[in-house]
């Protein structure tokens, strides 16, 4: 398991390192590593962490050797 601690870029000069996201990790690894037949869904409530874990799926992939890429369409 990829252990290491992912730092995101929020803001200019503003870069936060989440913690406790092992088993979220875990999971993006088991996507890459099995696949799936079909879309995953990501929801909860707001300030949840969802884009967070969505950028780090990112990256996580992007280490793994996978092309990825993060689209936020509200913020094109």
């Known amino acids: 398991m ?3 601690k992912i730092k995101l870029l929020f ?9 406790d ?15 799936t037949r079909f879309p995953i869904v990501v929801f909860g409530p707001e300030g949840c962490g969802k884009t967070a874990w969505l950028k780090q799926a990112t990256f ?8 990825a890429i993060y689209i936020d369409p509200l913020h094109t």
């Open 2 to 4: 990829n252990t290491n």
């Open 11 to 19: 803001a200019p000069g503003l870069e936060v390192e989440f913690v």
């Open 21 to 35: 996201r092992e088993r979220a990790i875990k999971q993006v690894e088991e996507f890459a590593e099995k696949g």
């Open 60 to 67: 996580i992939l992007r280490e793994l050797g996978f092309e």
